[in-house]
Antibody
Framework: EVQLVESGGGLVQPGRSLRLSCTAS????????MSWVRQAPGKGLEWVGFIRSKAYGGTTEYAASVKGRFTISRDDSKSIAYLQMNSLKTEDTAVYYC??????????WGQGTLVTVSS | DIQMTQSPSSLSASVGDRVTITCQASQDISNYLNWYQQKPGKAPKLLIY???NLETGVPSRFSGSGSGTDFTFTISSLQPEDIATYYC??????????FGGGTKVEIK
C-alpha cells in the first residue's frame, strides 16, 4: 500500500523558514516524480512544485508564486521528499500535501500538514 | 500559463441525478486532464486520468470525456457518498500543473 506522510508543519513568523518532509513507503520511491500541492483555508488546490525522478534528471519546476523562495529536494536512499520554504509570507498559510506523480498525474496524496504563517 | 475554468462552482442535486461538471482550458491540452475528488477534511483522490480513464477501484458511475480545450466530468447517478468538491487539473507542458477552481457537490 502506498503511504505518504508529511511532517514539519506548524506556526512560523513571516520572513522565517520551514522545511517539510514527506516520508514514502509502499513503492519504489526513486522511480516517481514527487509533487507538493497546497490548499489555503477554505480555498482550492494550488500546485507548488515537483521534482522529477533521477531517470528524468531529478530536475525541479515551481509555481510562479513560490519560485525563488521554495526548494524541493529528494533523498531516494531514505524515500523522503523535502520542501524547503524560505521568506515565508502570510499568504503561504495552507495545508501542504505531498503527492506521488507520474507524467503530471497525481496518483497518491498524503494526509497533509498545516503551515501557518503569522506573527 | 494555462488557465483552467471549471463550472459550476457549486451544485445541488438529488440522489440518483446525473451530475455534469465542465472544465475549459485556455489553450489546447490534448487529453492531459485529470479529475480529483476531495471529501471534507480529507486529501484529494484521483478519479479520472488522461481525460477519460477511470482510476482502478473508482466506481463506474464516474466518467470523463473531452479533448483539446473542453472537458466534462459526469456522475451518472449521484450517491450520498459522492458529496465532495471535484477538481480538474491539467499537465500539458510538464513544466507546471494547474487546477480548476473546484465544484462543490451537495445533496438537495
Amino acid at each position: 500500500e502506498v503511504q505518504l506522510v508529511e511532517s514539519g508543519g506548524g506556526l512560523v513568523q513571516p520572513g522565517r523558514s520551514l522545511r517539510l518532509s514527506c516520508t514514502a513507503s509502499g513503492f519504489t520511491f526513486g522511480d516517481y516524480a514527487m509533487s507538493w500541492v497546497r490548499q489555503a483555508p477554505g480555498k482550492g488546490l494550488e500546485w507548488v512544485g515537483f521534482i522529477r525522478s533521477k531517470a528524468y534528471g531529478g530536475t525541479t519546476e515551481y509555481a510562479a508564486s513560490v519560485k525563488g523562495r521554495f526548494t524541493i529536494s529528494r533523498d531516494d536512499s531514505k524515500s523522503i521528499a523535502y520542501l524547503q520554504m524560505n521568506s515565508l509570507k502570510t499568504e503561504d498559510t495552507a495545508v501542504y500535501y505531498c503527492t506521488r506523480g507520474s507524467a503530471g498525474t497525481l496518483l497518491n496524496w498524503g494526509q497533509g500538514t498545516l503551515v501557518t504563517v503569522s506573527s | 500559463d494555462i488557465q483552467m475554468t471549471q463550472s459550476p462552482s457549486s451544485l445541488s442535486a438529488s440522489v440518483g441525478d446525473r451530475v455534469t461538471i465542465t472544465c475549459q482550458a485556455s489553450q489546447d491540452i490534448s487529453n492531459y486532464l485529470n479529475w480529483y475528488q476531495q471529501k471534507p477534511g480529507k486529501a484529494p483522490k484521483l478519479l479520472i486520468y488522461d481525460a477519460s480513464n477511470l482510476e482502478t477501484g473508482v466506481p463506474s458511475r464516474f466518467s470523463g470525456s473531452g479533448s483539446g480545450t473542453d472537458f466534462t466530468f459526469t456522475i451518472s447517478s449521484l450517491q450520498p457518498e459522492d458529496i465532495a468538491t471535484y477538481y480538474c487539473q491539467q499537465y500539458d507542458n510538464l513544466r507546471g500543473l494547474t487546477f480548476g477552481g473546484g465544484t462543490k457537490v451537495e445533496i438537495k
